[in-house]
């Protein structure tokens, strides 16, 4: 039965908490103190959570009742209440419940834990450092295109033209999950296309002659160095994939009879196990290895350790030698 405001406050302390509960999750906590306090208990992903709504008489039933309504509105739209009030205490600005800097650190906890760290870490930072001391306290539905545009530029200006432009990505990305959960009504990023100057074209280093990439491999076939660094070399050529998921293969990863490496989805950019079909000549390397690094953790560990795996710059070099 809903509490009615005399109920409320006549309630007395007992010897144990006391709760009162109104509806909807939302309930009136009394302490053997004295104390009166508006909680309310929800669940999200699965899990049972409570948020406080203040003290009685400073929230009366209607405010607190008005403030469950607000937060079951979140829910409907798959935000965490409480991980939002965190993202609004960490912002700290006028209005901040919409602000741009709480909605990106809601966006950010969202879909972050599925991202590779280092990936992650180079968004957050982006987004301190040159988006949120400029809009980061405004209001997200204030934000017009050109006052985003007068943002990027400032990046623009130091010269960091694929910043800018990454920046702007970001952007685009809480701009259209306020969209979605009905914070914003659009997303100003798709104003700004042509706006900025356009990124520098980089090319990586490739052999795309055959001719040089028989040349190529009939080097790392004759290098002379290390065996852990040339069996490196070798089946790089065979399995396509990143350097740093060959440098820090695990033997347990390796099914050799089956002909198949199983790279674990925390090792992925995607976050999803890959599988990696090997060839004959790939299994006669890895063969040929296991001897000398079998024993271990790593396939390739690194040359004064076998608890880390090789460097990034050990392939490398030995490539540079060619």
């Known amino acids: 039965m809903p509490l009615t405001d005399i109920a409320v406050h006549s309630a007395k302390p007992q010897a144990k908490t006391v709760r009162l ?3 909807g ?11 009166k306090w508006w909680r309310w208990k929800y669940r999200f992903d699965g899990k049972e959570k409570r948020l406080s709504f203040g003290v009685y008489p400073d929230v009366s039933l209607k405010s607190a009742r008005d403030r469950r309504d607000d937060a079951r509105k979140l829910l409907a739209n798959d935000v965490d209440p ?61 934000i017009a295109a050109s006052e985003l545009l007068s943002v990027l530029r400032r990046i623009e200006a130091r010269g960091a033209i694929e910043t800018a432009h990454r920046a702007s990505q970001n952007c685009g990305q809480v701009f259209r999950y306020a969209v979605a959960t009905g914070r914003a009504e659009r997303d100003p990023t798709g104003d700004l296309r042509g706006a900025l100057a356009p ?26 160095g290390s065996l852990v660094i040339k069996c490196a070399l070798r089946l790089a050529p065979l399995v396509f994939v990143r350097p740093g998921e060959l440098r820090r293969a695990e033997w347990t990863e390796f099914d050799l ?3 198949d490496w199983r790279i674990p989805a925390a090792r992925m950019k995607m976050r999803e196990q890959h599988i990696v079909s090997l060839s004959t000549q790939a299994i006669e390397v ?16 690194g040359a004064r350790t076998n608890g880390r795996p090789m460097s990034e710059n050990t392939v490398n070099a030995a490539l540079r030698r060619f």
Not at 25 to 35: F, K, N, Q, W
Not at 291 to 298: A, E, I, M, R
């Open 21 to 23: 509960f109104d509806g």
């Open 25 to 35: 999750g939302l309930y009136l906590e009394v302490s053997p103190a004295g104390g």
């Open 82 to 142: 409480g991980e939002q009030r965190k993202a609004i205490k960490a912002a700290k600005g006028d209005r901040a419940a919409n602000s741009f800097e709480v909605i990106a650190r809601e966006w950010f906890a969202k879909l972050s834990p599925s991202w590779a760290a280092n990936h992650s870490s180079k968004i957050l930072r982006r987004l301190e450092r040159d988006i949120f001391p400029w809009i980061g306290a405004r209001p997200m539905a204030d």
């Open 199 to 224: 990124a520098r074209e980089t090319h990586l280093a490739s052999i795309v002659e055959p001719k040089a990439i028989g040349e190529l491999l009939r080097a790392i076939d004759g290098y002379e």
């Open 257 to 259: 009879d089956g002909a």
């Open 286 to 301: 890895m063969r040929e290895l296991k001897p000398l690094t079998g024993h271990g953790q790593y396939v390739f560990p």
